[in-house]
């Protein structure tokens, strides 16, 4: 029902010449086959054009991992959407917890982002997820419906289709440290319920809830296999041609 999305967040690695290797990579091994998933890899701004040339759906799919809250202008160092989608992007990360814990962006950020995202025609993938802390207070639940509820009710194009959502809890983001198949699924089966009363049920079926946080080859199958989870955003992994595609062959194998 939900095809599933592997998607690669590269974060600051890759100049144009390792970005168009490490992607010739990918499609060389994905080459022939007919995936029931879709493949993502979001690279750095400035190896977008380069990764462009050679990414072309087939099957690898282009994204990036930021874009401005502003339409264009005296707007120094930001990047807009219009430019993004010129350049063959056709999704976009917002929302990571890198960038809400060190550039301090607010939720009227994300909303601002993601309604231009959806305005261009372009789709959004909306990080959330909860810190170790708050998870040792049982708290994750709270702060999950917390980041949810102060953007998705917010967004004023989004649907099921355009919007994805990508749970990643902060204490598994690099650490080596995953989420127990029980706590993802625990977590994506909330995140569903919630969308569901705050967007309706059929947007809650259809949309695709990702989960991130340390998934490699040897765990992907588990992890995208679990009811709710349609998919990873991967970090550390996506920087390995042999990685990334152990993880698409684990959600082929995992897909529900
Ligand atoms: C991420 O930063 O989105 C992420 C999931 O990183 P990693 O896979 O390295 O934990």
């Known amino acids: 029902m939900r095809r599933y999305l592997v998607a690669g967040n590269w974060k600051m690695n890759m100049g144009p010449a390792a970005g168009c290797q490490l992607t010739a990579e990918v499609q060389d091994l994905l080459k022939g086959r007919?995936?029931?998933g879709?493949?993502?890899?979001c690279p750095p701004y400035l190896t977008i054009p380069a990764v462009s040339e050679i990414a072309k759906g087939e099957?690898?799919?282009l994204g990036a991992q930021n874009c401005s809250d502003q339409e264009k202008g005296a707007y120094t160092g930001q990047v807009s959407v219009d430019m993004l989608k010129e350049a063959g992007v056709q999704y976009v990360i917002i929302a990571h917890s890198e960038r809400r814990e060190y550039q301090k962006e607010t939720d009227d950020q994300f909303v601002a982002k993601i309604n231009r995202i959806h305005q261009?025609?372009?789709k959004a993938i909306f990080c959330f997820g909860e810190?170790?802390?708050e998870r040792k207070e049982g708290r994750a639940e709270e702060v999950?419906?917390?980041q949810l509820q102060g953007v998705l009710p917010k967004l004023e194009f989004a649907n099921a289709y355009n919007?994805?959502?990508a749970y990643e809890p902060v204490w598994a983001i690099g650490t080596g440290e995953t989420a127990t198949p029980e706590q993802a699924q625990e977590i994506h089966a909330f995140t569903r319920g919630v969308v569901s009363e705050l967007m309706g049920k059929e947007v809650a079926d259809f949309m695709r809830i990702l989960y991130g946080g340390s998934c490699k080859p040897g765990n992907a199958r588990e992890l995208i296999g679990l009811p709710d989870v349609d998919g990873g955003l991967?970090?550390?992994?996506?920087l390995k041609a042999e990685d990334f595609v152990g993880i698409i062959d684990g959600a082929e194998s995992g897909q529900n």
């Open 144 to 146: 999950v419906r917390q």
């Open 38 to 41: 879709d493949v993502l890899v």
């Open 131 to 133: 810190v170790l802390g």
């Open 59 to 61: 099957p690898v799919l």
């Open 120 to 122: 261009a025609g372009l």
């Open 234 to 238: 991967i970090g550390g992994a996506a």
């Open 34 to 36: 007919a995936l029931k």
């Open 163 to 165: 919007t994805v959502l």
